[in-house]
């Protein structure tokens, strides 16, 4: 089933188009990427979805039925937040989620502990939130979505303030909650940060959508990544990249040298370097292919390409 189904969306500010005729499917189970720039619209597309600003034109539709965001059951089964988090913060963690459990019906409240040890705070609820570093605040939130058992999770960039560690746990629980049929739409202006995690991306600059497709088919229109590479033999390895198709070396004017190289084209080149005895010292990813295409799309040099790759990009199918 499609948990989110968004078509046409615009809303407008008095000198801004936030969010400029924007179309949004989502499937039951996927895990959605949400990238864009600072300012880009996402967390005005979340807030739409939430029933907390009125789209000036435009439909959603969740789990198939027509959102109407005057009838509290349009929201059943849909849990996360926009921006940061909010809870009391005199009071602790365990006591902020016993509050909003209270709103819920049902049984929200005997899942506390179970959602405090899912997010990794578990031995940490009795502490107030205002104790709480920035990592924490987020998983407590994330851990107040859960109380609601939701089918569908808006989380507004859920992976800022994380340290690596952190990261890790959040895509692991995102996996988890998609593996149990969970629709999860994140947002996150770092591609880096949630590459990994998500089953397809929407890509936003000024409100529009610049790029919607699936991890694959962003693989496969990927440019080129780039790494830093030195070598025992930087000339030999200059001269050797030019038989090697998908492999370009950049000679910089301080010596190093900066390989991009396409998917599939860098093993077969690192290979030859020692094939011809040429050592490799250091090969460092300097920009990732996916994070490559998202300047591509969403910096303001972009202008011209959108069509391109938002063309590229619309072969997806929906069921
Ligand atoms: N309540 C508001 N009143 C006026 N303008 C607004 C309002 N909310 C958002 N905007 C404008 O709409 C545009 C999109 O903002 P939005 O917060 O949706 O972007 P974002 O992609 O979430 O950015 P960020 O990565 O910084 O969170 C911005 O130009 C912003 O200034
Ligand atoms: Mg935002």
Redesign the pocket.
């Known amino acids: 089933m499609t948990a989110v189904r968004a078509s046409g969306l615009v809303k407008r ?2 000198t ?1 188009c ?2 400029d005729g924007v179309d949004l499917v989502i499937d039951e189970g996927e895990v959605r990427g949400l990238l ?10 979340l807030r739409m979805l939430f029933g907390l600003v009125a789209p000036d034109s435009g439909t959603i539709e969740l789990f198939g039925r027509a959102f109407d965001p005057a009838d509290s059951k349009s929201l059943a089964g849909v849990a996360g937040f926009v ?1 940061v988090p909010s809870f009391y913060p005199y009071l602790t963690g365990q006591a902020n989620l016993e509050l909003l459990a209270k709103l819920d019906d049902g049984d929200a409240n005997s899942r506390i502990d179970a959602v405090l040890d899912r997010v990794g705070l578990a031995g940490r609820g009795g502490d107030r939130v205002s104790g709480y570093s920035t990592g924490m605040r987020q998983r407590l939130g994330i851990a107040a979505a859960l109380l609601r058992a939701p089918q569908l999770l808006l989380l ?2 859920p992976t800022a303030g994380l340290d690596p560690a952190g990261l890790r746990e959040t895509a692991a629980l995102v996996r988890q909650l998609s593996a149990e049929g969970t629709a999860i739409l994140l ?1 996150s ?1 770092q591609i880096g940060e949630v590459e990994g995690i998500c089953d397809g991306f929407t890509f ?1 600059r000024h ?1 529009r959508v610049v790029w919607d497709g699936t991890a694959e088919q962003l693989r496969g229109q990927a440019p080129a990544g780039a790494y830093a590479l030195s070598t025992s033999d930087d000339a030999h390895a200059l001269a050797l990249a030019a038989g090697h198709a998908g492999v370009s070396i950049i000679d910089g004017p301080d010596g190093r040298l900066t390989i991009t190289a396409l998917e599939g084209a860098l093993d077969p080149y690192v290979v030859a370097l020692g094939k011809e005895g040429v050592a490799v010292r250091r090969l460092e990813l300097l920009v990732s292919p996916l994070e490559a295409m998202f300047f591509a799309l969403t910096s303001d040099s972009a202008d011209g390409t959108d069509e391109t790759y938002a063309l590229a990009g619309s072969t997806r199918a929906h069921t």
Not at 36 to 45: D, H, Q, R, W
């Open positions: 500010f008095e801004t936030a969010v864009g720039p600072n300012g880009a619209g996402k967390t005005t597309l921006e507004d960039e947002s202006h936003m409100g």
